[in-house]
């Protein structure tokens, strides 16, 4: 089979594309060629710019192929000239998409079918944080106007792995490193859930191969902050409480991946995984468990350059504070 990849060389779809072409599938992916491009030489490199509309998909006039993964579709202005133009040359189109796009909920697990945001403007080509959801949404409501039956949308919540440029959960895996008290927030009790990105790309790949279409969570397993500190191998770790981290102006950039259970995008961490699971299930795959996640991401740290939170300073200071 022949996939198409829009986007594709850095973090998930670097991983989507080395595990297609280890499942034996020919793989092109098409980008603008300015991200460092690691990727196997097996892999057929298409030249041009998503912001540039349907003028900057020329290098995909004529060609065909058995499916697309969308990894790059941000904006509206990108997925509806890609889509139109694809509607005829690839047989299923899988979109990566994201779990911001649910209206908020107090009912969870979040599954599938809950309610979504209210879609962006097409015409929106801003994103931030108020944007990044909407816009998602209102690209996954193309892919379904122009593909049907023949789409697949696939809903991340936070992705944790090797070659993330982002830093969220990297950054406690290297916190964790370091001598001294560690603050960690909460009382423990409160839930993280990342999903591993080799996760990412297994279902991906059982999406093409089983012919999935419809939409699918990609969520990995859900455990306690006191289980993901033993995960990290906290040797001294303070909790700080939720509301002595609210009254010092502690932000979610400060802490990435903690939400106080029961506070504002909670249920972020509490994605239902149960459609995801029997997908990979199918292909005798199975979610990578939480200390696996941690032992590669660790592994690779020491080449992320990425320097996400508060800074050691600040910590203490806090850790000063909740101890008064």
């Known amino acids: 089979m022949r996939i198409l990849l829009l986007g594709g060389t850095k973090f998930i779809g670097r991983h989507i594309a080395e595990a297609l072409l280890r499942a034996g599938y020919d793989v092109s992916v098409f980008a603008r060629g300015k991200t460092p491009d690691e990727l196997p030489a097996a892999v ?25 993964v969308d990894v790059s579709g941000y904006l509206p202005s990108q997925v509806r000239p890609a889509a139109q133009m694809l509607s005829q040359a690839v047989s299923r189109y899988v979109f990566i998409s994201t779990g911001a796009v649910y209206a908020a909920t107090k009912q969870v697990p979040v599954t599938e079918e809950h309610a979504l945001l209210a879609g962006a403007p097409e015409s929106v080509t801003e ?32 992705v944790a792995g090797t070659h993330d440029p982002y830093g969220r959960y990297s950054r406690w895996v290297k916190r964790a490193q370091l001598p001294g008290p560690m603050l960690l927030p909460g009382d423990g009790d409160d839930f993280v859930q990342v999903v591993d990105v080799r996760d990412v790309a297994a279902l991906v790949l059982g999406v093409i191969a089983q012919g999935f279409t419809g939409v699918v969570h990609a969520a990995g397993p859900r455990i306690t902050w006191r289980e993901f500190a033993r995960v ?37 961490m509490h994605m239902s995984s149960e459609r995801m699971e029997s997908l990979l299930a199918r292909t ?13 991401v660790r592994a690779w740290v020491q080449h992320d350059k990425a320097t996400l939170g508060m800074t050691l300073e600040r910590e203490r200071e806090l850790l000063t504070r909740a101890r008064n």
């Open 44 to 68: 057929e490199r298409l030249r041009g710019d998503r912001d540039a509309g349907r003028d900057g998909l020329a290098t995909l006039e004529g060609r065909t192929f058995d499916a697309c």
């Open 127 to 158: 994103i931030n944080g108020e944007t990044y959801g909407p816009l998602k949404v209102t690209c996954e409501a193309i892919v379904r106007e122009v593909f049907g039956e023949r789409a697949a949308i696939v809903r991340p919540q936070i």
């Open 232 to 268: 990290l191998g906290v040797r001294q770790g303070v909790w700080v409480g939720s509301d002595v981290l609210a009254r010092e102006g502690v932000s979610e950039q400060d802490l990435p991946l903690y939400r106080m259970r029961g506070g504002v995008r909670s249920e972020g």
């Open 284 to 296: 005798d795959a199975a979610l990578h468990s939480p200390q696996a996640t941690h032992d590669a």
